[in-house]
């Protein structure tokens, strides 16, 4: 593990053997059957196929299309 060389806060970098851990651990386990009544339940901010008829710019613009476009009120 690597360790900041001062005593304030500072950044840290090291690399993480990520696909040793992944050989080692699984996905957690979830039980649909409790969370799919919640998840039903669920609608998506935006409807889907949103950007077939129009492909924004640049962050403003995609900002600017999709602001009249939500689902939540």
Known sequence: MREANSVHET??????PI???RQRRYPPSVPMELYRPVFNQYINRYPSSLFE???PENTADAFRYLSDKSVWK
């Open 19 to 21: 696909a040793d851990f």
């Open 11 to 16: 950044l840290v970098t090291a690399t993480i």
């Open 53 to 55: 008829s129009y492909q």
